[in-house]
């Protein structure tokens, strides 16, 4: 989908806009828990906690669509015992927050690859994904196995596979292939513990968004620092490439 200028710029009446897709690249677990001398698991674990509340308050602000960087496909690279620890969190988190997420109206959306997930953790995101299709409340993007290079290779892929006449290939037509098809593009893309990499995070749906990076690590991101990037986000004027 193409960017709508009209979906989160900032209201004439100077009342604070919220935008329509958010993305966060979750940054900082390792340090939070370096820095109070834990292992970096316990780091992992306090993420992983912060999702319920992040979800929560986004939904009551009004936002419509939420994508997470849980997990991407460079991270296989990190030590075997993290990984795996992560592997099991997750599926640990999704098995027990999907009911209620559900009842919520929150609807699930994996993005990203799936052959090398566990069958465990793909079973648990399937049954999410299936039991929250027809929700009509916020759309919860969890981008797992994700990297925006392979998405894009994927889309191309798929394209080729399915025959499309190369005079039919436009802007609007190749987005129907990413892995946020029925998603629009991202209005405000954050990431937490301080860096300013965009991490291979959605390469074609960030193209014109506003970029908020936070110093606070992801398991501290809630509350007074959502109303920072918030409040960040209306300060800027969109212009989407035009003069105004």
């Known amino acids: 989908m193409t960017a709508n200028p009209e979906v989160s710029k900032r209201s004439k009446n100077g009342k604070q806009s919220v935008p329509n897709h958010v993305a966060i690249i979750m940054d900082g677990n390792g340090r939070w828990a370096e820095s109070r001398g834990l292992d970096v698991s316990e780091g992992h674990h306090a993420g992983f906690e912060n999702l319920k509340r992040v979800v929560a308050d986004f939904a009551k602000r009004g936002v419509g669509y939420l994508t997470l960087f849980a997990f991407s496909t460079e991270n296989w690279d990190r030590p075997e015992s993290e990984v795996n620890g992560i592997l099991e969190l997750a599926i640990a988190v999704i098995a027990h927050e999907a009911q209620q997420l559900h009842e919520n109206g929150v609807r699930i959306k994996h993005l990203g690859q799936v052959d090398r997930l566990s069958p465990e953790l793909r079973d648990e995101l399937e049954q999410a994904v299936e039991m929250t299709a027809k929700n009509t409340g916020l759309t919860l993007g969890i981008a797992f ?100």
């Open 145 to 244: 196995d994700y990297g925006g290079r392979a998405e894009i290779t994927y889309a191309v892929r798929q394209l080729i596979a399915d025959g499309v006449p190369i005079d039919e290939i436009d802007e609007s037509k190749f987005a129907e292939y990413l892995y946020t098809t029925d998603m629009p593009d991202v209005d405000l893309l954050i990431r937490t513990g301080g860096d300013f990499r965009i991490s291979n995070f959605l390469l074609w749906q960030t193209a014109y968004s506003e970029f908020y990076s936070s110093e606070t690590c992801w398991p501290d991101f809630f509350g007074e620092q959502v109303d920072q990037a918030f409040e960040s986000f209306n300060e800027r004027q969109r212009r989407f490439g035009k003069r105004i």
